[in-house]
């Protein structure tokens, strides 16, 4: 059985480790580890991970980490509650940064579309995640509201 819950203090060196374990950069998680949602075993260890940054009401989507554990089902379930919690949060609209085409049906699913860089708030585009994902090659950005 997998739990799911927000990091505390005590999972910041945990998580750093599970973020790097898939090349994920873990710049700002000593600071905003209240942000990242985990999906942990039965045994304490992470099987999946995100996180999300405030501007103002938007939100960046960052670190959306999974083990080859986690099945189709407990993605669905995890990503959901997540979107639920940061719309309690008081995020209205959700950005996220791909560079995996193959992704692009998924967030589809979850009623994100593809927007241009232009179009996205400055806060959103000062994050430090944003300008870094950025410079990807075939970086998408993507958007939802979350209400």
Same mark, same amino acid.
Request: hydrophobic letters at 40%; proline letters at 3%.
């Given at each position: 059985?997998?739990?799911?819950?927000?990091?505390?203090?005590?999972?910041?060196?945990?998580?750093?480790?599970?973020?790097? =374990?898939?090349? *994920?950069?873990?710049?700002? *998680?000593?600071?905003?580890?209240?942000?990242?949602?985990?999906?942990?075993?039965?045994? !304490? /260890?992470?099987?999946?991970?995100?996180?999300?940054?405030?501007? !103002?009401?938007?939100?960046?989507?960052?670190?959306?980490?999974?083990?080859?554990? /986690?099945?189709?089902?407990? +993605?669905?379930?995890?990503? =959901?509650?997540?979107? %639920?919690? %940061? =719309?309690?949060?008081? /995020?209205?609209?959700?950005?996220?940064?791909?560079?995996?085409?193959?992704?692009?049906?998924?967030?589809?699913?979850?009623?994100?579309? %593809? /927007?241009?860089?232009?179009?996205?708030?400055? !806060? %959103?585009?000062?994050?430090?995640? +944003?300008?870094?994902?950025?410079?990807?090659?075939?970086?998408? *950005?993507?958007?939802?509201?979350?209400?």
């Amino acid at each position: 059985m997998s739990a799911m819950r927000f990091a505390t203090e005590q999972d910041v060196d945990k998580l750093i480790r599970f973020l790097g =374990q898939a090349e *994920v950069n873990g710049t700002k *998680v000593d600071r905003i580890y209240p942000q990242f949602m985990l999906l942990e075993d039965e045994n !304490g /260890v992470i099987q999946a991970t995100i996180g999300y940054e405030k501007a !103002g009401s938007d939100g960046l989507l960052r670190s959306l980490v999974l083990s080859p554990a /986690v099945d189709k089902v407990q +993605f669905l379930r995890f990503f =959901q509650a997540f979107l %639920i919690y %940061i =719309q309690q949060q008081g /995020v209205e609209k959700l950005y996220l940064i791909t560079n995996k085409k193959g992704s692009l049906p998924l967030f589809h699913t979850f009623g994100f579309t %593809i /927007v241009e860089k232009d179009n996205v708030p400055e !806060g %959103i585009q000062d994050l430090e995640h +944003f300008q870094t994902s950025m410079k990807q090659q075939e970086a998408f *950005v993507l958007f939802s509201c979350t209400g």
